[in-house]
């Protein structure tokens, strides 16, 4: 069987250049392998890469043609030169200098070139790389994919412990498609989202008649599982009724479907997860505690988000290509706006995240991130923000333009400004300065002095709010 190796060979003469680009390559998390033309040979034998980049010099140019031609499902990315190589298994040609684009670009069609030949080439058991969003190099979830390389082999039943957002059902699919029942089927229930009442016959189905609205019989989850792995989410929400018959199919490895008497047997492999206390729960009799230690043969912790912050800068190019890759656009962001994002709390761990880059797509799409373009509590430094220089007049035209374009027009106390313009006139500059005055102070009354609080109910970014407030001479107080 030939098996995937992920690492990326570098196949040439021209160190320099190919130190270079390695040190690019490594900075994208990518491993890098120097060979020889006629080391190549060797290695490919069961093998294919991720990638393997090649120097079209004149020396090498009639046995690179050879040994590509022999490996139509290894995919090659060739250094530019005047001569160039034909064939349909390079995916592009590098020219100098070497770009972020350029490289990534090249990269996904090594990977879009491998999935479409995957049906040539199995997939091994080594393989380890399989969802971008264990990407990381923190200790955490370094440790979360050793461990999954660990079981994965196994048949033993997984308890995947972690809040909300982690990342557990990824977890739950890197060891079914690392374990020998890679080939059979991934079922996933979530065990809160089903009511209680349908839950047995999702597991494990019903026959015909069995209750009102069963009009066919139905195969559960389990049988649907068969050869493969049911993965049980949010177990912690599991009713104590259904434990007990869970706990028998863990133990005996049988079943029998909601109105039937026929006994069914199972080979499934059950990974389970909760972002529940289940000690706690025992505790409180709402969980049994010998089904807790029937699932909890072998636990993996996912860390929090804000236990691997370190990770935020990888995780936000890998969510950032996997949106671009979509077609939903792309944005980039500043360090300082990384910088900040490593200083938020991170409740809702990567899926929070992964909803603020598809939200600043929207917001944003083909722009820079700077700290201020962040909604309001990813704000962790205080950056001041960049202001376009208008004039004197152009600031009056625009103060009077919201004013008479605003939807819901500001109400302005008839006792200090005039309903109708008198006869004498007024000074439109001093009214106007007024009206804003009058305004800031309201909303940092209504705000218990709060500035950033205030600039919302203004409809302004706080920045221009405190140059607003140094302007008039105006404090908090």
């Not at 200090?416 to 008198?422: A, D, N, Y």
């Not at 000074?427 to 609080?453: C, F, G, P, T, Y």
Request: aromatic share 6%; net charge negative.
């Amino acid at each position: 069987m030939m098996q995937i190796d992920q690492r990326i060979l570098l196949v040439g003469t021209e160190l320099e250049r190919f130190n270079r680009l390695a040190c690019i390559l490594e900075f994208l998390g990518e491993q890098v392998d120097f060979v020889s033309i006629d080391e190549l040979a060797n290695l490919t034998q069961g093998h294919r890469f991720r990638a393997i980049v090649v120097e079209q010099s004149s020396a090498m140019i009639e046995s690179l043609k050879s040994t590509i031609s022999q490996l139509p499902w290894q995919p090659f990315i060739a250094l530019s030169a005047d001569e160039n190589i034909d064939a349909s298994n390079i995916v592009g040609f590098i020219s100098d200098p070497v770009t972020y684009p350029q490289l990534t670009e090249f990269l996904h069609f090594c990977q879009v070139f491998g999935q479409a030949k995957r049906t040539e080439v199995p997939t091994s058991v080594n393989q380890t790389k399989l969802f971008r969003s264990l990407v990381g190099r923190s200790e955490g979830i370094n440790q979360v994919r050793h461990m999954i390389s660990q079981v994965a082999g196994s048949d033993a039943t997984v308890l995947i412990l972690g809040q909300s957002g982690t990342g557990k059902e990824v977890v739950a699919r890197n060891i079914h498609y690392l374990s020998e029942r890679r080939t059979g089927p991934f079922i996933p229930v979530n065990c809160g989202a089903i009511p209680p009442e349908l839950l047995e016959s999702e597991l494990f189905g019903h026959e015909k008649g069995s209750f009102t609205g069963a009009i066919t019989a139905r195969k559960g989850r389990f049988e649907l599982a068969e050869g493969g792995t049911l993965f049980l989410d949010e177990i912690g929400d599991m009713p104590l009724q259904m434990q007990v018959k869970l706990l028998r199919v863990l133990q005996e490895r049988v079943f029998e479907r909601v109105g039937g008497s026929k006994t069914l047997k199972t080979d499934v492999r059950v990974v389970a997860a909760t972002h529940r206390n289940l000690e706690e729960m025992i505790n409180d009799n709402t969980f049994r505690e010998d089904l807790y230690y029937r699932l909890n043969v072998f636990p993996i912790e996912m860390p929090s988000l804000q236990e691997r912050q370190e990770d935020i800068p990888l995780l936000l190019q890998e969510l950032v290509a996997r949106v671009f890759n979509e077609g939903r656009g792309k944005v980039r962001f500043t360090q300082r706006a990384i910088d900040s994002l490593k200083e938020h709390s991170w409740a809702g761990n990567v899926r929070e995240l992964s909803n603020l880059v598809e939200r600043l797509t929207i917001l944003l799409p083909g722009g820079l991130v700077d700290v201020n373009d962040l909604p309001l509590k990813y704000r962790h430094i205080d950056v001041p923000e960049y202001q376009v220089e208008v004039s004197e007049e152009q600031a009056e035209r625009d103060a009077l333009a919201a004013i008479f374009n605003d939807d819901e027009p500001v109400e302005i106390p008839e006792s200090r400004f005039p309903s109708e313009l008198p006869p004498e006139g007024v000074n439109l500059k001093d009214l106007l300065a007024e009206l804003e005055i009058d305004m800031i102070r309201q909303a940092l009354d209504h705000q218990d002095s709060v500035v950033a609080r205030a600039a919302e109910m203004l409809g302004i970014r706080r920045t221009t709010l405190v140059e607003k407030m140094r302007k008039y001479g105006l404090s908090k107080e």
